[in-house]
């Protein structure tokens, strides 16, 4: 039987002419010519009938043409291996029926198709696909032309495509449901009724979420009305709604998954946050969390790209603290902190930048930073800036504020404040083709301010300064190269220091000459071959010398210290070392600086540089902390410590760094710090950092710490991943901080769990216990923070 619309096919095992007559125009043809010829009509009936087509249906009717027998958009095809028949426009088909309809197809035992309204009834063993969707069911009620539907006792799957994420365990799993109806209200939306979902394994599920009511809707969300969550079957959770992303790069409004804890300083811990997205380059996250112990805290977050080459971000963090007993006192540490990033490239090269930080105090921060890092870090720095670097200049505008807390209680800071600020410098440029001379310069202008317990400035300090500079170079033939350098450097600050050591409202200038010259010795080298291996070897050793010699600052103790640029002292000085390399090259592969040993020390002509170093007490200027960021100088001196850096960078899975200082003057090792870092295979890594101070305790106060972590793969690695580390005093024979950390991420889900160990003074004495549930696709439940793991 064939009609306009409707293509039906029985047996297709027939002789050559009943293949014929599977041919669309030949088949036409025959039957039109047939039913012309009214004598040969019951015959003709009856020799199609032998072909097996139109079983019992009169030939009248296999030439009806419905008006509406073609499918908005293409044609609907029926095919099936039993009997069918027509019941006016009721096509029936029966045993493995196939209902296409452009990427459309029904499949089902039993098939009763409406060639005028082109709905389709399908009943036992139901298939229905299209493109990601899947869907098998006893029953079913389908429009092929508008795609609406009903199917009963149903069990189908929607495949997502995901990213792969670093950050968030995402797997492939299908998002899988069971309803016992599933109505179809377009190609995308799905209104599934008593069912429940899961992207684990149909047949073992770890979890699933159960709904009378949900509504799927493609590339969007799973929105489920009075929904509970289970694990293992055993209810967990209840929602009034939830929703769940059905898409890639999804983000729907809406409140995420609680967090639940205990710690012994905070007490029982529980929170939730609201997400809300309004449009794709905006969102934002409020979120409350209560401290039975303490009080509540807040937390959020705003995001936003409004435009393609500008991003903000601000985020907040609070507590309401009730305050804790410390040594019989009730002591309140609450507080908030916060900050603000925005980035913004403009046209003609132009980029502005925004980086705010708050803290309300150290306490606040040693008291409720989630990591032992966070914790520790004294520093607040802000800064906003607008640069264009054009033509080898650059032009800036800034306004830069850095805090450093130095003492907790009572809290004690040094405040230093450059705004506004304006910058306008060059990089070497040769004015003439003929010579090798490079002129540049570095020129601002701005204000300053400086606040701790013993320099409180004014609020707004003028201060301007510009330096030209004239470079030749010159080498005489390969074996030696001298670079020279001559700087003119002309500075004014509004406000200086007396005779006293008092803040006063007098301006103080400076002019300074500044002569450098760097000598270039040839660089010696050797080259190791090992054809067995396809591995060459280069050793390198390169002597280095500067000389440098400054004049002009002679009333040094004058200038308030607002930053590197007021430390500038008059000196004569020389610089020499060794520098060696190791490159190791293997095969056809770029070349690997596989170790490298630096050794330089500084020699004083002048000890005391024209009197800027006091004896007695911390001196840190330019020439010293230009070697070493360790302060050394109490004492007049000669000569600076020997600092000796080794790395080894194999670029592999081993990186280790080794800094040894040397000073003469104390005739000891002052300084020993190494950091090595292993990673054998592709899961197992360790990082041990060791560092020891024990020079002149008037400049540096003796310390010695150790910090280790060793772990066993990743944040998002199926099956199990495990970290511990510790961080050790050995002046105070302190643990300062320890944890463990174990996950395991299987194909839907995973969970962690990390026992934590604070120990910071009298401020913070904290053994805590985090969870978190990690629900693949979806989020996590619990206390532990994804940017909070170690892995």
């Not at 508008?146 to 929607?158: A, E, H, L, S, Y």
């Not at 410590?641 to 990186?655: A, E, F, N, Q």
């Amino acid at each position: 039987m064939d009609v306009p619309g409707v293509r039906q096919t029985t047996n297709p095992k027939r002789c050559v002419l009943g293949y014929l007559f599977t041919l669309p125009e030949f088949r036409e043809r025959v039957t039109n010519t047939l039913a012309k010829l009214c004598p040969l009509r019951l015959g003709a009936m009856l020799f199609l009938s032998t072909l097996g087509f139109l079983p019992g249906q009169p030939l009248a009717a296999q030439n009806q043409k419905p008006p509406s027998s073609q499918a908005p958009g293409g044609i609907a095809e029926v095919t099936a291996s039993g009997p069918q028949r027509r019941q006016g426009e009721l096509y029936i088909a029966d045993k493995d029926v196939n209902v296409v309809y452009l990427d459309m197809r029904l499949q089902a035992d039993h098939v009763e198709y409406n060639n005028n309204t082109d709905d389709a009834i399908a009943r036992g063993n139901v298939v229905f696909d299209y493109q990601n969707q899947h869907l098998t069911a006893d029953e079913a009620q389908l429009n092929v032309g508008t795609g609406k539907g009903v199917f009963r006792n149903v069990r189908g799957f929607i495949h997502i495509d995901r990213k792969a994420n670093p950050l968030v365990l995402v797997t492939e799993n299908p998002l899988y449901f069971e309803a016992q109806q599933v109505d179809r209200l377009s190609e995308d939306v799905y209104l599934v009724r008593h069912g429940w979902f899961t992207i684990c394994d149909p047949r073992s599920p770890t979890w699933q979420f159960y709904a009378p009511q949900a509504t799927v809707t493609l590339e969007k969300s799973v929105a489920l009305v009075n929904a509970n969550f289970r694990m293992y079957r055993i209810p967990l959770l209840w929602m009034p709604y939830a929703t769940a992303p059905a898409g890639t790069n999804i983000r729907q409004s809406g409140f995420m998954l609680p967090i639940v804890g205990n710690s012994n300083s905070k007490g029982f811990v529980i929170g939730d946050a609201f997400y809300w997205a309004p449009n794709p380059w905006m969102d934002a996250t409020a979120g409350f969390e209560y401290f039975s112990k303490r009080g509540p805290g807040e937390r959020g977050i705003f995001r936003a790209r409004p435009f393609e080459n500008t991003s903000i971000r601000y985020s907040y963090f609070g507590v309401q603290d009730r305050g804790i007993e410390i040594g019989g006192v009730l002591t309140k540490q609450g507080g908030y902190e916060q900050q603000l990033e925005v980035q913004s490239l403009w046209k003609d090269g132009w980029r502005f930048v925004t980086d705010l930080n708050q803290l309300s105090s150290p306490t606040f921060r040693l008291a409720f930073a989630g990591t032992y890092g966070e914790a520790i870090n004294s520093e607040i720095r802000s800064s906003v800036f607008l640069t264009n670097n054009f033509r080898g200049f650059s032009f800036n505008l800034s306004a830069l504020n850095d805090r450093t807390y130095l003492e907790v209680s009572p809290a004690n800071s040094v405040l230093l404040r450059a705004a506004p600020q304006a910058e306008f410098s060059s990089v070497e440029q040769a004015p003439w083709r003929s010579l090798p001379v490079y002129l540049s310069f570095t020129s601002f202008a701005g204000s300053v301010f400086r606040d701790d317990q013993f320099i409180s400035t004014e609020n707004f300090v003028p201060r301007a300064e510009f330096a030209p500079s004239v470079t030749v170079p010159v080498h005489f033939g390969v074996w030696l190269g001298v670079t020279t350098t001559a700087t003119f450097r002309t500075a004014y600050y509004g406000d200086s220091f007396d005779a006293a050591g008092n803040v006063v409202d007098r301006g103080i200038g400076r002019n300074t000459g500044e002569f450098t010259v760097e000598f270039s010795p040839p660089t010696l080298e050797r080259y190791f071959d090992r054809p067995l291996t396809r591995h060459r070897y280069k050793h390198t050793v390169q002597p280095v010398f500067t000389y440098r010699y400054v004049t002009g600052v002679n009333d040094f103790a004058d200038f308030i210290r607002f930053d590197n640029d007021s430390t500038l002292t008059n000196t004569n000085e020389i610089e020499y070392g060794i520098d060696q390399h190791l490159y190791v090259k293997r095969g056809d592969e770029q070349p690997v600086d596989f170790l490298s040993w630096t050794v330089v020390q500084k020699h004083y002509f002048d000890p005391t540089f024209s009197g800027a170093l006091v004896t007695g007490q911390r001196n840190v200027f330019q020439a010293l902390d230009s070697i070493t960021p360790f302060a050394f100088a109490a004492t007049p001196r000669n000569w600076s410590p020997i600092v000796s850096d080794i790395k080894l960078t194999p670029g592999g899975p081993y990186d280790a760094e080794s800094i040894i200082e040397y000073d003469p003057q104390l005739n000891k090792v002052t300084t020993i710090g190494t950091l090595l870092k292993v990673k054998p295979y592709s899961e197992f890594y360790a990082v041990v950092a060791d560092f020891r101070l024990q020079g002149n305790p008037v400049v540096q106060p003796p310390s010695h710490q150790i910090r280790g972590i060793v772990g066993w793969g990743d944040l998002v690695r199926k099956g199990f991943n495990v970290s511990a580390g510790v961080n050790y005093d050995f002046l105070t024979s302190t643990l300062l901080s320890d944890f463990v950390q174990v996950s395991y991420n299987g194909g839907c889900c995973g969970l962690s769990i990390e026992y934590g160990r604070f120990n910071l003074a009298t401020v913070r004495s904290e053994n805590q216990f985090r969870v978190g549930l990690i629900l693949a696709n979806i989020g996590t439940f619990g206390n532990l923070r994804r940017l909070e793991k170690i892995f």
